[in-house]
């Protein structure tokens, strides 16, 4: 039975749409009694249900003769509703249940139905439906009787009661009433694919996974152009818009509806060959997507963005574009448009930045750094520069003021970042959250700390501007504020990395939460920045106001009571940077040990220690056969420590997917890259030999070992597979990490070499570069190399040789140049 099926001719009038008093509410009779039409008369089941309901049950055909019988009110059980035998019953206004209906019926203790209206199933129970946007009847007339048939009803006009509205389109007195009392507003669709779900007895339409899979999309049957965007963001706009049921199309279509204009780019007012097309900013675009619904047009017009922006004092009434005919308004519009563009600073037109350029925000690397560039630190950004210096003021104040100016930027950016963003997204209703309470939490839970001391420091600043002094001493306040800047700046330097990465995969998941920050860059408190460029400000701010304060102590004589107090805050502020940087360094180190022990399966627990740090990583070749470690070939994995050396057996099936231990925080979340196979305190490593390189013998290193309770020593021998990769410098680190362990400053006593003759090494089964093919092999493939090495067990000659050095202050032998 098709979904859409063909009703009655008597639904299709208007008058028949909205649910009446009296039309369909029989007589009611005393006696009644169910009958079972056509095949269900031999449904065992469903006749066990009718009896339920204490009335007779009886059986028939087509229902014909029962309907005759006028002595009792009969209910009607069909199992289709399409046919000569339902559209006999239904013309004589017969109660008419679906087999559904009934069995939902009894389960709920709920009696017969009285009305005439035929009722298969009550998936729709308690939905009060209305129409709007249906040009064409038919399609009501197919759709009314549906809703009807799941226990649905409609209304005509759009009240209080009604609990959904189905649209054609996103425009409409019903539309918008939908939208500002937050009435789902559905698809057509909804109701066919509730129809077809119509013998799932558990089913329901109002389910809200049910519900929001056939939400209208908010741009259905919108036409839109965009102008004035770069290629990659009309892009991403437009797979944003097609995505939302709209569809793309030019100026010069007649039944363009809408033109989105970035209003920081276009200089000229757009030509539309339509006077009913709607131009509008990016923001209405932005916002639609993320609130689901088509706001208002006449809220976001680009013209009267212009007129209030030309001239603000002035406001026009609303109207989706200007008349043809009003030439000298359109000449004023273009005119305003021109000198906004010429105004506005070319930093406002940037569109796209990472989250990565915080890296570039010094010279050294470092977060906060004194050391960057001048011009970039003291704007920072955004802030605005001083204007060129003023006749009448000394350089000191001079100096002042642009630390009062960019001060007072700042604390705009705090105030945006806090009210535009935190705070209104923590005030969403929980049906309409953008993100959950961590993930504010971790985004933005270190900002008003920040924000909170730079405005108590900004105010004080500016009492000193408005009443300036020489004799002021500016480096007081900063002092005066310096521990609370150094208590509120880690927590929030220190897991900035955390944070961004949190925003980033928050901004790449959550459409919603995607278009809610584009809409809000849009806006001019932004100043067309993105939340994470406006995020990396706090990491810029004390390295800028450190090279302002030097500047201000170069123009402060030293007799001045304030060169003191500056040389005191200058000092101050640098050396809690200095701290801070060194903080972040401790609190990266403990994430990475804690991401490389979820990497690591079976990894002793013991290996996260406080004292810990992680040093160097060496992939690696296993080349002789050693009790206690891996088999020869297998590929391992070396983390060195500042204590230990963990040895690693990658899994095959995650080659493709390791990343460094320095990765991702939701390393949790990642598959286990590696598999714990033996664990080699420094102190334990008696020796580190160096082969020396030849071209059967590359890149091999071995390790001499031995335990306090072990009678013999161990040798393991490694090879690194990777042409680039620097085994010298990994010898180096590794030897400098056990002189530090051991507490001696000469290193070089733990590193000893060999050269490649000494080894017992059979080439005999080689050609020229085998050897080294194999290790491009292993590199390239990751399998075991097994035969390519052809290691005796532990060389003789290597035994000889390791057998005087286990202690690492021993002398060397023929065997062994110690360096």
């Not at 033109?259 to 200089?267: G, I, R, T």
Request: net charge neutral; proline share 5%.
């Amino acid at each position: 039975m098709d979904a859409r099926i063909q009703p009655q001719s008597s639904i299709c009038s208007d008058s028949n749409w909205e649910e009446t008093a009296g039309n369909d509410v029989a007589p009611i009779k005393s006696n009644r009694r169910i009958c079972l039409v056509g095949t269900l008369a031999s449904d065992t089941a469903l006749r066990t249900v009718a009896e339920s309901f204490r009335v007779p049950v009886i059986t028939s055909k087509d229902g014909e003769d029962c309907a005759q019988d006028d002595s009792f009110s009969t209910v009607f059980i069909l199992e289709s509703f399409e046919g000569d035998v339902y559209n006999c019953l239904y013309k004589q206004k017969q109660s008419l249940l679906g087999p559904l209906a009934l069995q939902q019926l009894a389960n709920k203790n709920e009696p017969l139905p009285d009305n005439t209206r035929p009722l298969f199933n009550l998936a729709m129970t308690g939905v009060v439906v209305c129409f709007t946007g249906f040009r064409n009847k038919s399609d009501l007339a197919t759709l009314v009787p549906l809703i009807h048939h799941m226990g649905g009803s409609i209304r005509k006009n759009i009240s209080e009661k009604v609990t959904h509205l189905i649209a054609n389109i996103c425009n409409g007195e019903k539309y918008r009433y939908a939208a500002v009392f937050r009435v789902p507003v559905m698809n057509p669709e909804w109701v066919y694919a509730s129809w077809k779900k119509r013998h799932d007895i558990n089913f329901s339409a109002t389910v809200d996974a049910f519900v929001t899979e056939f939400k209208l999309k908010p741009f259905h049957g919108a036409k839109v152009c965009f102008v004035g965007f770069a290629e990659d963001e009309k892009k991403h706009m437009t797979d944003i818009l097609l995505s939302n049921g709209g569809t793309v199309t030019s100026l010069d279509d007649p039944q363009c509806s809408h033109v989105v204009v970035d209003e920081s780019s276009v200089a000229e007012r757009p030509e539309t060959t339509s006077p009913k097309v709607f131009l509008v900013k990016a923001e209405w675009f932005w916002t639609s997507v993320q609130k689901e619904i088509c706001l208002d047009e006449k809220e976001y017009l680009y013209d009267d963005y212009v007129e209030q922006t030309f001239s603000p004092t002035r406001r026009e009434s609303h109207q989706a574009t200007p008349s043809s005919a009003s030439r000298r308004k359109r000449k004023r519009l273009h005119e305003a448009v021109l000198s906004l563009t010429h105004q506005q600073s070319p930093g406002l037109h940037k569109r796209r930045s990472s989250v990565s350029d915080a890296g570039l925000l010094s010279v050294s690397g470092s977060f906060l750094d004194c050391t960057a560039s001048p011009d970039k630190a003291l704007t920072d950004g955004t802030e605005s520069s001083i204007d060129t210096p003023r006749k009448g003021l000394t350089a000191r104040q001079q100096v002042f003021l642009e630390l009062v100016q960019t001060e007072s930027n700042y604390v705009d950016i705090l105030h945006t970042i806090i009210t535009m963003f935190k705070k209104h997204l923590e005030e969403m209703p929980e049906e309409e959250a953008l993100l959950n309470n961590t993930e504010l939490n971790l985004i933005f839970g270190k900002v008003p700390a920040i924000y909170e001391t730079h405005m108590k420091m900004r105010d004080e600043l500016r009492c000193f501007a408005s009443s300036w002094s020489e004799d002021h001493t500016i480096g007081s306040i900063i002092v005066k504020y310096s521990k609370d800047l150094l208590k509120a700046y880690p927590p929030y330097i220190n897991y900035f990395e955390e944070m961004k990465e949190v925003l980033t995969k928050c901004d790449q998941s959550k459409p919603r939460f995607h278009a809610f920050l584009k809409a809000c860059q849009t806006k001019p408190e932004c100043g067309r920045q993105s939340l994470q460029e406006l995020m990396i400000r706090p990491v810029q701010r004390l390295g800028s106001i450190c090279l302002l304060l030097a500047n201000l102590l170069k123009h402060t004589p030293k007799s001045n009571p304030d060169h003191a107090e500056l040389q005191r805050a200058l000092d101050g502020l640098k050396e809690g940077m200095d701290l801070i940087n060194e903080d972040k360094r401790k609190a990266e180190a403990q994430v990475a040990l804690f991401n490389m022990f979820n990497d690591i399966d079976n990894c002793p627990p013991d290996i996260v220690c406080s004292h810990r740090k992680f040093i160097a990583k060496a992939e690696v070749i296993q080349v002789s056969t050693t009790e206690g470690l891996s088999s020869k070939g297998n590929s391992l994995v070396l983390f060195l420590f500042s204590d230990l050396v963990e040895v690693c057996k990658k899994k095959s099936k995650t080659f493709n997917n390791a990343k460094s231990p320095t990765g991702s925080v939701n390393s949790l979340q990642r598959p286990k890259l590696y598999k714990h196979v033996k664990l080699l305190p420094l102190n334990t490593i008696k020796k580190v030999i160096d082969i020396k390189e030849t071209e059967q013998c590359q890149k091999v290193f071995c390790f001499v070992c031995r335990n306090n309770d072990e009678l013999k020593e161990r040798v393991y021998s490694f090879a690194m597979p990777d042409e680039d990769a620097d085994k010298a410098g990994f010898l180096k680190t590794l030897t400098k990490q056990m002189a530090n362990n051991a507490c001696t400053p000469d290193a070089d006593k733990f590193l000893a070499y060999l050269e490649s003759h000494q080894l017992d090494i059979d080439t005999s089964d080689m050609n020229k570069g085998t050897l080294n093919k194999a290790f491009k092999f292993a590199s390239r493939t990751k399998l075991k190399v097994g035969r390519a090495f052809s290691f005796n067990k532990t060389p003789s000659k290597l035994k000889r040789a390791v057998s005087s050095m286990m202690s690492p202050f021993g002398s060397s032998t023929d065997y062994l140049h110690t360096t």
